[in-house]
């Protein structure tokens, strides 16, 4: 199963992604983590991307498409994977289409986490993340056990610095003006699911599983 997460930054689709990947075994794929581990690591890759992250702007295609193909030729993803964070252009979106092609492969679901604008920047504010396992919180909505402290892997948890409130607006605008007419992109494709990411997570999850089956 090949599964897209569409929807605003904060919108809840790395939440959502790794409960889809744990409940159906496969792997999940997110590219903001993919730039994050090479900034932590001290990557050329990774000292690019950070001066277009902490600008709230997309990291250019031409350093994202090579990047994400190489991961899709891995052997975990056989049998699908769920996209968190890819496509973000439309020409992101045409690059992933022509390469499933040439295998006969298409995606099956693009699932858009609908959330307004104004709920967003009360989310970026209070989520917490864990740069080591890649592990997500929110002081409010999903506290770890522990405060500041990841449950999974026991690294310390900090605030991302893209979720600052000024630069939260800009990756806004972005995602307006450059990744929300992929929602039109897929619905021509007929796979577009939308849900409601206002509800809680796990009702937001429920929802997700009735699409997928
Ligand atoms: P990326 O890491 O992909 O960031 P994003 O798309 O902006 O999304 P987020 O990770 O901020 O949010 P999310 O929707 O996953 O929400 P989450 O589940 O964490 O990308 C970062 C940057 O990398 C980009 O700005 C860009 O520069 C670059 N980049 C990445 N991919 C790229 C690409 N393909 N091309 C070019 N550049 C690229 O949830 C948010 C918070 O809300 C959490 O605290 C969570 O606990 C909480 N929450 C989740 N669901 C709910 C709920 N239902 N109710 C209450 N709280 C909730």
Redesign the pocket.
């Known amino acids: 199963m090949k599964i897209i997460m569409l929807?605003a930054?904060?919108?809840?689709?790395?939440?959502?992604a790794k409960s889809i990947a744990k409940k159906y075994g496969i792997p999940h794929i997110?590219?903001?983590?993919i730039?994050r581990a090479n900034i932590k690591n001290g990557t050329e890759l990774g000292k690019k991307?950070k001066a277009?992250?902490d600008q709230?702007?997309?990291?250019p295609d031409e350093l994202?498409l090579d990047l994400v193909m190489d991961r899709f030729a891995q052997d975990d993803c056989k049998s699908g994977y769920v996209l968190?964070?890819?496509?973000?252009?439309i020409p992101?979106a045409e690059a992933l289409t022509a390469a499933l092609a040439q295998n006969q492969e298409t995606v099956d679901y693009a699932i858009d986490i609908a959330v307004p604008d104004e709920a967003i920047v009360e989310?970026?504010s209070?989520?917490r993340a864990c740069l080591t396992c890649g592990a997500?919180?929110?002081v409010v909505?999903?506290p770890p056990k522990k405060a500041d402290v990841c449950d999974i892997c026991g690294a310390a948890l900090v605030q991302r610095d893209?979720d600052k409130p000024e630069t939260v607006q800009k990756?806004l605008t972005v995602y307006h003006e450059q990744t929300q007419p992929l929602i039109e992109y897929y619905e021509k494709q007929g796979i577009l699911k939308q849900v409601d990411?206002t509800?809680?997570?796990s009702e937001?999850f429920e929802e997700i599983i009735g699409i997928l089956g």
């Open positions: 929807g930054p904060g919108a809840g689709k790395g939440t959502q997110s590219t903001g983590d730039f991307a277009f992250m709230g702007m997309l990291v994202t968190d964070g890819f496509p973000r252009t992101q989310r970026m209070g989520r997500t919180y929110h909505y999903n893209d990756r990411g509800k809680d997570m937001v």
